[in-house]
Nanobody, 124 residues
Framework: QVQLVESGGGLVQPGGSLSLSCAAS????????IGWFRQAPGKEREGVSC????????YYADSVKGRFTISRDNAKNTVYLQMNRMKPEDTAVYYC?????????????????WGKGTLVTVSS
């Protein structure tokens, strides 16, 4: 069955960096897009970044553009999110999500499977 397992969350100081990983199983990254979403306390879940399977196109929310980088390793069936110059407002539970198509989306409506999430806290 489809599984998405996030790892790499933790506590980081403002201005610091953190790298998240999403190990996928039960399907191939060669055929489906992957997105990263986050949900801060008291807020709705929002799309952060995504990568398509066909041409590797990437998209970012304006709030993280220039600071976060999404990448994938199809051989390992793993997607990464490198987060730099982190801010307290980046604090959230980060979720890896499988897109129902080969394309990319930052909207939850396009997602058919979710990981359980990993907590990222940005604080001094």
């Amino acid at each position: 069955q489809v599984q998405l397992v996030e790892s790499g969350g933790g506590l980081v100081q403002p201005g610091g960096s953190l790298s998240l990983s999403c190990a996928a199983s039960g399907f191939s990254l060669n055929y489906y897009g992957i997105g990263w979403f986050r949900q801060a306390p008291g807020k709705e879940r929002e799309g952060v970044s995504c990568i398509s399977s066909d041409d590797g196109s990437t998209y970012y929310a304006d709030s993280v553009k220039g600071r976060f980088t999404i990448s994938r390793d199809n051989a390992k069936n793993t997607v990464y999110l490198q987060m730099n110059r982190m801010k307290p407002e980046d604090t959230a539970v980060y979720y890896c999500a499988k897109v129902a198509t080969a394309w990319c989306t930052l909207y939850s409506q396009g997602i058919d499977y979710w990981g359980k999430g990993t907590l990222v806290t940005v604080s001094s």
